[in-house]
């Protein structure tokens, strides 16, 4: 039979539409695409690499990510104007320590994700979950452990006759600094330090405190910042500034001043969490071979050797498509928490994984030239039962920039015009008027 022009012009593209769907099962996948933001750029490449993984492990499915990475303040601000409004969030983003709690005020627009957490928790060190949950649930994944240690310049302390290994205790650490801070010259300026506190030292007092097992919150949200063991820390590192006279004061340790500084070998230790060996290898070439990592000092014998500092909680929002959730969850389960991410954690960011079973791996095991040729993990392996749990409020945030930063770490450490108990105890009310005006 004849077609005639309009039959046949009808019924060839139909033709050719048959045997495109017959020969090409891949037109048939579904394409999942999601929205993550971040504020590190090396969160976005690493979610990238995952993605392009997930992608191959997942043939049904065209997955695809898109990354946006904004500056700190930019993107949290506009985080919380969009989970607000109801328009514009991400699917998936990383949200920082400090203000995570902020998303957790109620209504909570982020999803539980306790359930992805659930089969990896016999690896997991269970404290680094702490700061990201609220009533027994889980908002976001860590993305580390940030375990603190303490770094020493093993010149230093060699020609000053001590032996880092035999400072086991605090007051071991302030008998060592007396032998290494050094005016050289006799002109009656320190030339050499034993060590640095952060600007007015709040994360070393955030360090000091968490070995205490004690917080700014305890486990229930109340406000313990005047606690007698976190007195007793201020104290501790008040008298390392003005009594022992063994600390700098006043300067940001994250800065060129400060890498100048102990790149100088004017400071001989210091203690930050494990994610700090990066600023040493980027800012600090001279120390290269130099440098040997071992635990906090405790406070009493058989007590906490280390803590956990700084951290970010990568959480899927409200605004994702329902349809696409389970992926999502699929997807932050197999990026932050599986094994082999958590090897990857360290082998492509440099961070100390959460995943305690990862600590053996052979690929976490290898000797570090820059940190003198040891095994950066044989300390971690044996710390991180110690370190406690971080409770954090919602009001954290505010209560370390607008009360702990200038109402008593500025004043305290950096002035020496307020006494440490009379600065908490101020800072421990007003938290509490604060929680109490936004809360009741």
């Known amino acids: 039979m004849r077609c005639n022009a309009h039959r046949c012009g009808f019924l060839f593209p139909l033709l050719i539409a048959l045997i495109l769907l017959a020969v090409s099962p891949a037109s048939a996948q579904e394409t999942v695409r999601l929205t993550f933001w971040t504020f590190v750029d090396a969160h976005a490449d690493y979610f990238l690499a995952r993605?392009?993984?997930?992608?191959?492990?997942?043939?049904?499915?065209?997955?695809?990510?898109?990354?946006?990475s904004m500056p700190y303040q930019e993107m949290h601000d506009q985080l919380l104007i969009a989970l607000q409004t109801g328009i514009g969030a991400p699917d998936i983003v990383d949200i920082e320590i400090t203000p995570f709690h902020r998303y957790l005020r109620e209504p909570i627009h982020l999803h539980d994700v306790t359930r992805i957490i659930d089969p990896h928790r016999q690896g997991i060190i269970e404290a680094r979950l702490t700061p990201y949950q609220k009533e027994g649930r889980q908002y976001g994944v860590p993305t580390h452990l940030g375990a603190f240690v303490t770094y020493y310049n093993t010149e230093i302390f060699n020609e000053a006759g001590?032996?880092?290994?035999a400072i086991q205790l605090w007051s071991d650490y302030v008998e060592?600094?007396?032998?290494?801070?050094?005016d050289f010259d006799g002109d009656g300026r320190i030339d050499r330090w034993m060590t640095m506190m952060d600007g007015g030292g709040w994360f070393q007092w955030f360090a000091l405190i968490q070995q205490r097992e004690s917080g700014e919150f305890d486990k229930d949200g109340n406000?313990?910042?005047?606690?007698?063991?976190?007195?007793e820390a201020l104290q501790f590192l008040h008298d390392l500034v003005y009594q022992h006279q063994i600390s700098m004061v006043g300067t940001g340790v994250h800065d060129a001043v400060a890498y100048n500084i102990i790149n100088a070998g004017e400071v001989a230790s210091l203690w930050m969490p494990q994610w700090y060996m990066i600023r040493y290898t980027e800012f600090m070439p001279d120390l290269h071979g130099k440098v040997a990592i071992r635990p906090l000092p405790a406070w009493e014998p058989g007590g906490r050797r280390s803590a956990m500092g700084g951290g970010t909680g990568t959480a899927i929002t409200d605004q994702i498509n329902p349809n696409h959730l389970p992926i999502a969850m699929e997807f932050l389960e197999y990026a932050k928490l599986t094994y082999e991410a958590n090897v990857k954690i360290w082998t492509e960011f440099g961070f100390d994984p959460f995943r305690h079973d990862v600590f053996s791996d052979p690929r976490l095991r290898e000797p570090l030239p820059y940190f003198s040729n040891e095994i950066v993990f044989d300390v971690i392996l044996d710390i991180y039962d110690e370190i406690a749990p971080q409770y954090l409020s919602p009001i954290f945030q505010e209560t370390n920039w607008d009360i702990l930063g200038p109402e008593v770490?500025?004043?305290?450490?950096?002035?020496?015009?307020?006494?440490?108990?009379?600065?908490?105890?101020?800072?421990a009310q007003r938290a509490r008027e604060l929680l109490e005006s936004m809360f009741w």
């Open 51 to 68: 993605a392009r993984e997930f992608d191959e492990m997942h043939p049904e499915i065209n997955f695809e990510l898109e990354v946006v």
């Open 162 to 165: 001590v032996d880092i290994n």
């Open 176 to 182: 060592a600094g007396k032998k290494v801070t050094q």
């Open 223 to 231: 406000v313990i910042l005047d606690a007698p063991v976190n007195i």
């Open 409 to 427: 770490f500025f004043p305290v450490m950096e002035e020496n015009i307020l006494d440490p108990e009379t600065a908490l105890k101020n800072a």
